[in-house]
């Protein structure tokens, strides 16, 4: 066997080597045929983002098939025999993920495909973009027909959706494409045009096809400099982005699961999450969106350095976390936006979980640091409101958030974000020796949880209100389960804020947002780790079925739509919805959040034909996983860690027999027990689940203490 | 909660208790030593200026009225670089110098601008957050010159509706208390916002702080 391996490692070196050799020497690989529109679309209208990591624009690629960066608009106009274009069906990119962009118009006979990729522009500009688009007309007809192509660079006529920060005020110069000597050109195309539009005629015989290549700036740029990043054609350039892209997502943690939708639509997630930064000097800064939400909100840029520090890509998510440091305040606080007062908890629970995994920065100290900080303010402001003796006077005062709760009230969800805030700055101060201070704050957490659950349970209201006075829409409120963890996954207010949620957005795993008829991409995606921490492994499913299917042919998923996929304004992708969905299929995987490594707690049917996790960043180490199911028998294999290790069974199924020790079965019959330092199981399996997740018998044991 | 006992909350809020007490007179007597706390946080910082001189009159260099003639135009962001070469200029340094700087760094968080679309002016939160803290910075510089009654009022009336804005309302209320001492004017404004904090689903909303 070892002799038939080298055998087929010698002749896959053979067979590759001028492919390989290829690449190096610059030309082309091989056009991979794609066709956009037979991939699944979730939105009314396509739309694509031309995005890179740092540039401080972007494009979109617009329902209709035309190019905007916040400042100009590149509108695509082609025909044949007069016959204008109709708008693209799909906008998608390869695999649903890589970001090459492709996109068909058809004009009678005639079928224009557009395939687009953005690569950062050349030094000594940091901050920009440059796309290179290709535009290819076939003439599928039997008759031979003209076709025109006209690209013409202009500004919107009204208000965009989106506009960049720097947009200058002035209008465009009359030139606008290369042609002009040194002159700034918005647009290259071999031949240059002379004012704003770019204009191309081909008569194409039956089956003939031509194409066109221009390469478009982010900001203005010397005309000569576009034709010198011009003279690598396009293909090559495709090629670089489907280099760039392999290896950054190969760089973060390894999840084969037997399952591309799953596997392609975590990549799409990293795509969105290491694209949506920005650079301010050194420092690196999460933002919300490549288009209207490009700024910085410590409530999505908290998400993105979880999700990317979980995913393995932990450089990255700690580069973003020192950005997010900038947005402490003199007094202790942590604020992104006026009365977002969830900010200061977000902001340690971000550090903690970049800052710890896979072992403690070296720079910690600085984070202990600003946690105390913050803490000394909360409980200072703790101390003011015991003192008041106001009802609510030991919570957080009030927030007026213009998002999210809606409300001007003392909303829950800061005092859930706070005291994950405080569980954090424990852990952070303890990695950083400061014993006696997390020994303090540890304190000061349990009297505050304790306020917490007093006021809850005083409240009268069977589920998680969005406001301490009761009134707001969903929000912090979700995250008390999971990622905050303020009450334990059993306790009844989490069931009962789930159902609630659920069942107002019709049983679709999402929750909904202001208008019962919409939807939001992640608002509620929080309650599916919930759901896997409390054992209701089919809801969590749910969950991530909507998170898969609410994504659009480039892999990208709103932030609130309809239910008939209209986003209006609202483009998407979404960063935080990129974050939710990597955090619950690593969760479904590895868990890590608790006093114990929790694997496989919601791995699907699919993934157990050997599933496998490698690199996974967790709070005991680098962690790999592999697992597989058999009708008779599930096997795990993994790292050891000094803490014990939770394995749940495969959906469907329960221990035939008791494990071998130090396994321990638990009482449900559906998870084993593994001490620290183990490092392999396997049992005994029989169909069916002792007890149906939702059940009563399954929430009477899932509520006990 | 009835209309009288909020009055009666705003009351003891108002006037700290006296003497021994049972457990909410204990409560208050905390209270009101955390708001004093505040209040003798800023007069130390804002006396402890060695070289303090009596108030110079403004001194309205060329770079300080074209800030002004900028900020009539309401364009905060552009006259800060003005206010800055004032600041770094002057001889005679005084407090509006660095109040106004104060004042406007806020209030160009907030700008918009409206051409070629609208868009705020400034970047993002990393760029605001940034610039409220140089804020706070240029309010204590303002606060270390010597003042009379009225200026400090005055100084801890505007931050406190900076804090307000922000959100950062135990700040607000100990800086509008700390105003209420130094002129009464500032009572009804610190009263109301308490009850709005007590009750911020009953009281009426009130009125957003202007900067400037």
């Not at chain 1, 984070?367 to 919570?395: C, H, I, K, P, V």
């Not at chain 2, 505007?158 to 800086?175: D, K, P, T, V």
Request: hydrophobic share 45%.
């Amino acid at each position: 066997l070892r002799h038939l391996g080298r055998i087929a490692a010698a002749f896959a070196l053979i067979v590759l080597a001028p492919a390989v050799l290829a690449g190096c020497a610059g030309k082309p690989r091989p056009r991979v045929a794609f066709d956009p529109d037979q991939v699944p679309e979730a939105y009314a209208a396509s739309t694509a983002a031309l995005m890179w990591p740092g540039a401080s624009r972007a494009f979109q690629i617009t329902p209709a098939g035309d190019l905007f960066n916040g400042d100009w608009m590149v509108d695509i106009r082609a025909s044949a025999d007069a016959e204008p274009v109709g708008a693209p069906r799909a906008i998608a990119y390869e695999g649903r993920w890589m970001p090459v962009a492709h996109w068909v118009r058809r004009s009678g006979d005639v079928r224009w495909e557009f395939e687009a990729v953005a690569l950062p522009s050349p030094p000594p500009r940091d901050t920009g973009l440059i796309v290179s688009l290709v535009a290819r007309a076939t003439n599928t007809g039997t008759k031979a027909h003209t076709a025109r192509l006209e690209l013409t660079i202009a500004r919107p006529a009204s208000a965009p959706l989106f506009v960049a920060f720097d947009a200058p005020e002035a209008p465009l110069p009359n030139r606008r494409w290369n042609g002009g000597g040194r002159e700034p050109a918005y647009g290259w195309v071999d031949g240059g045009a002379a004012d704003s539009t770019a204009a191309i005629a081909w008569s194409l015989g039956a089956g003939a096809s031509r194409s066109a290549r221009f390469v478009l700036p982010a900001y203005p740029t010397e005309a000569r400099a576009l034709g010198r990043w011009a003279t690598k054609s396009h293909q090559n350039r495709a090629d670089e982005v489907r280099d760039y892209w392999n290896r950054e997502v190969a760089g973060g943690t390894a999840f084969t699961l037997h399952d591309p939708e799953v596997e392609d639509a975590l990549r799409a997630a990293l795509v969105v999450l290491l694209s949506c930064r920005e650079q301010r000097g050194e420092l690196w800064v999460p933002i919300g969106n490549p288009f209207q939400y490009r700024d910085v909100w410590l409530r999505d840029g908290a998400r993105a350095v979880a999700a990317l520090a979980v995913s393995g890509h932990g450089a990255v998510a700690r580069d973003l976390a020192r950005g997010l440091a900038e947005l402490q305040w003199p007094n202790g606080p942590f604020l992104s936006q006026r009365g977002q007062l969830d900010g200061t908890g977000q902001a340690l629970w971000a550090f903690e979980q970049s800052m710890l995994r896979s072992s403690p920065s070296d720079s910690i100290a600085r984070y202990a640091e600003a946690a105390l900080g913050a803490w000394r303010w909360n409980e200072w402001q703790r101390s003011l409101g015991r003192a008041s003796g106001w009802r609510f006077g030991t919570m957080m005062p009030f927030g007026d958030p213009r998002d999210g709760e809606l409300v001007t009230a003392q909303l829950v969800g800061n005092d859930a974000w706070m005291l994950a805030g405080y569980r954090s700055a424990v852990r952070l101060l303890r990695a950083a020796g400061r014993n006696a201070e997390a020994a303090a704050v540890e304190s000061t957490r349990v009297a505050y949880l304790g306020d917490f659950v007093r006021l809850l349970n005083a409240s009268g209201r069977r589920d998680i209100p969005p406001s301490w006075q009761g009134d707001g829409y969903d929000w912090g409120n979700l995250a008390a389960p999971w990622p905050c963890m303020v009450l334990p996954a059993s306790d009844p207010h989490c069931a009962a804020l789930a159902q609630r949620v659920w069942a107002e957005a019709g049983g679709t795993g999402l929750g909904t947002y202001g208008s019962s008829d919409s939807l939001h991409a992640y608002v509620a995606a929080d309650l599916g780790t919930w759901a896997l921490l409390a054992g209701r492994r089919a809801e969590a499913d749910r969950v991530l079925e909507a998170l898969l299917h609410w994504r659009s042919a480039s892999g990208g998923a709103g932030e609130i739509f309809t239910r008939n996929g209209a986003y209006g304004t609202n483009l998407p992708p979404h960063a935080t919805a990129a974050a939710a969905l990597v955090s619950l299929v690593r969760n479904a995987l590895v868990f890590d959040d608790g006093d114990s490594l929790q694997l496989t707690l919601g791995a699907r049917e699919r993934w157990w034909s050997h599933g496998q996790v490698l690199r996974a960043p967790t709070r005991w180490g680098s962690v790999d996983l592999d697992f597989d199911a058999t009708p008779g028998e599930a096997r795990w294999k993994w790292t050891p860690v000094p803490v014990w290790t939770t394995l749940t069974l495969p959906p469907g199924s329960r221990a035939a027999s008791r494990p071998a020790p130090p396994l321990v079965l638990s009482e449900s019959g559906e998870t084993l027990l593994a001490p620290p330092g183990t490092g392999h199981a396997e049992i005994a399996l029989a169909r069916g689940t002792a007890l149906a997740p939702g059940s009563a018998t399954s929430e009477a044991i899932a509520s006990r203490p | 909660m009835s209309r009288d006992s909020r009055l009666r909350t705003k009351d003891r809020l108002a006037r700290p208790a006296r003497g021994a007490g049972g457990p909410r007179a204990r409560r208050l007597a905390v209270l009101a030593c955390g708001l004093a706390a505040v209040l003798a946080l800023w007069w130390q910082v804002w006396r402890s200026h060695p070289g303090a001189a009596p108030p110079a009159p403004p001194l309205p260099g060329e770079d300080f009225k074209a800030a002004l003639a900028l900020v009539n135009g309401h364009h905060y962001l552009a006259s800060l670089p003005h206010l800055r070469r004032a600041i770094s200029a002057t001889q005679d340094d005084f407090m509006e110098l660095h109040l106004t700087l104060a004042v406007h760094l806020h209030s160009a968080t907030f700008e918009v601008r409206q051409r070629p679309w609208p868009v705020r002016s400034v970047r993002s939160s990393i760029e605001r957050i940034r610039m409220m803290r140089e804020a706070i910075a240029e309010m204590e510089r303002a606060g270390n010159f010597p003042l009379d009654s009225i200026h400090t009022g005055y100084l801890y009336e505007r931050y406190g509706a900076m804090m307000q804005i922000w959100g950062f309302n135990w700040e607000a209320l100990g800086s509008y208390r700390n105003a209420q001492r130094w002129s009464a004017e500032y009572a009804m404004r610190a009263d109301d916002f308490m009850n709005r904090m007590h009750e911020p689903d009953r009281s009426a909303p009130g009125p957003v702080p202007s900067i400037p």
